[in-house]
């Protein structure tokens, strides 16, 4: 309990609040990698989850890739990335990394979005005379939007956690003082930091679980239940 005190106090203490090494701008630095990594990653996933969920090709291909891109670790990815890239290039091979962790979430909330659409739905469009990319705009994407928001939520909590590491390469943000407090044997400092990251992830944790809600179909959001409710938490079986 005194160590938990300690760290509180360490944490809501007035010098850190001011210079070069404040909690605010730890803070900034974190959500920027966070939301770089994961605006990235969207890019990339979105277009090729839907790619597979609408057309039902290369599912097997996605879920292999995303298990593997999961058991990377991803300390020995940016080192990994550091020593190919440079030492001058640290934040585009730490990008990178988080970028790579974020895929497999959003890439599986994607496909799964539209693969959880009800195929009469689907058929009654194209019974209406629409085209396949007025299926996939007007109904498929809509409705798949849930599972989407889902798996950013995830791909945003994995990220948010492992910038932590950026600090290994000199990058800053929150875990320079987890790593400042475990050299100088500073444990309150070392808690203080861990606590930081807590309170961010499920901060970013509130604000998706809204727009997971907010994306869902009014009915399913009177009701509480659907795939807005929950996170996702990976690939369907």
């Keep these: 309990m005194n160590l938990l005190l300690e760290a509180l106090a360490w944490l809501l203490s007035p010098e850190r609040l001011e210079g070069s090494g404040s909690l605010p701008r730890a803070v900034l630095v974190h959500l920027a990698y966070t939301f770089a990594a994961v605006a990235i990653a969207a890019a990339i996933a979105v277009p090729a989850g839907w790619a597979i969920g609408h057309t039902g090709r290369g599912r097997e291909i996605a879920v292999g890739l995303a298990g593997a891109a999961r058991a990377i670790p991803s300390f020995g990815l940016i080192l990994l990335l550091v020593l190919l890239l440079g030492v001058t290039n640290k934040p585009e091979a730490a990008l990178i990394a988080f970028v790579l962790l974020a895929i497999p979430s959003i890439l599986a909330g994607a496909y799964a979005g539209l693969e959880a659409v009800d195929r009469a739905t689907i058929d009654a469009a ?3 005379g629409m085209t396949g990319w007025q299926v ?86 009177r009701a509480g239940r ?12």
């Design 126 to 128: 194209r019974a209406q």
């Design 136 to 221: 996939l705009w007007r109904v498929e994407a809509p409705l798949g939007l849930p599972l989407l928001v889902a798996g950013i939520r995830s791909a945003v909590l994995q990220v948010v956690a492992t910038v932590t590491l950026a600090a290994y390469v000199n990058l800053g943000g929150l875990g320079f003082d987890i790593l400042q407090g475990l050299q100088l044997r500073r444990f309150e400092q070392v808690l203080g930091g861990a606590i930081a990251v807590a309170a961010l992830a499920l901060l970013l944790d509130a604000v998706f679980a809204l727009l997971q809600r907010a994306a869902a179909p009014g009915h399913l959001r």
């Design 226 to 237: 659907g795939p807005a409710s929950r996170p996702l938490v990976g690939a369907p079986a």
